[in-house]
């Protein structure tokens, strides 16, 4: 019962407490390291959704990521100002996963189960990640996938590769974005 009202209030932050208290926890968390481990997760409503449980063999850590898009840096070399390309370049995987694959990286003995968004401000968005380790929990589903994070198997990493569509249902065996536009499109016309 508890669950629902923390939904509730994360729903529209805004609107309710969250937005206070976050206010005041994102001036200590600007402080900290960009990668945190923490005992225990923020949005236990959202992370128990995505397969938490507090026991054993669960880790949660905090990731923060810069916001903004692909700052690229300005070419040395002459050519006219439509060629530089710099503005409006983005990168073709979202902020979510970086901070994934960031926590993967810091953690290797630990596969990363799933992320969510637990605040951001004007420069940085914070993630809460939930790792999971194998070697405490070998019957766990995804304790046989090895560096799952960086394949694109968690679903910040399926919405990149643009899996994450209920379409005709064949998303999975066409791993890429372009394969399941184009099939999408065959298929319309």
Same mark, same amino acid.
């Given at each position: 019962m508890?669950?629902?009202?923390?939904?509730?209030?994360?729903k529209?932050?805004?609107? *309710?407490?969250v937005?206070e208290?976050?206010?005041?926890? %994102?001036i200590?968390?600007?402080?900290?390291d960009?990668?945190?481990r923490?005992?225990?997760?923020?949005?236990?409503?959202?992370?128990?959704?995505?397969?938490?449980? %507090?026991?054993?063999?669960?880790?949660? %850590?905090?990731?923060?990521?810069?916001?903004s898009?692909?700052?690229?840096?300005?070419?040395?070399?002459?050519?006219r100002?439509?060629?530089?390309g710099?503005?409006?370049?983005?990168? *073709?995987?979202?902020?979510?996963?970086?901070?994934?694959?960031?926590v993967?990286?810091?953690f290797?003995?630990l596969?990363?189960?799933n992320?969510?968004?637990?605040?951001?401000d004007g420069?940085?968005?914070?993630?809460?990640?939930?790792?999971?380790?194998?070697?405490i929990?070998?019957d766990?589903?995804?304790?046989?996938?090895?560096?799952?994070v960086?394949?694109g198997?968690?679903?910040?990493?399926?919405?990149?590769r643009?899996?994450?569509?209920?379409?005709?249902?064949a998303?999975?065996?066409?791993p *890429?974005?372009?394969?399941?536009?184009n099939?999408?499109?065959?298929?319309?016309?």
């Amino acid at each position: 019962m508890a669950y629902k009202y923390i939904a509730k209030a994360w729903k529209n932050p805004n609107k *309710s407490f969250v937005k206070e208290l976050m206010w005041q926890r %994102a001036i200590d968390w600007r402080n900290q390291d960009a990668i945190v481990r923490i005992e225990k997760p923020t949005r236990l409503d959202r992370a128990r959704n995505l397969g938490y449980k %507090a026991k054993q063999g669960f880790v949660m %850590a905090r990731v923060r990521v810069r916001r903004s898009g692909f700052r690229k840096q300005r070419p040395t070399g002459g050519r006219r100002q439509k060629r530089l390309g710099v503005n409006k370049i983005k990168f *073709s995987k979202n902020m979510r996963l970086i901070g994934e694959e960031r926590v993967g990286k810091r953690f290797p003995n630990l596969e990363v189960l799933n992320s969510y968004w637990v605040w951001e401000d004007g420069r940085y968005k914070w993630y809460e990640v939930i790792l999971v380790d194998p070697v405490i929990l070998p019957d766990h589903p995804i304790s046989t996938q090895t560096r799952r994070v960086f394949r694109g198997l968690t679903s910040a990493g399926k919405e990149v590769r643009g899996l994450h569509h209920r379409g005709l249902g064949a998303e999975k065996a066409r791993p *890429s974005r372009t394969a399941v536009r184009n099939n999408r499109v065959k298929h319309q016309a």
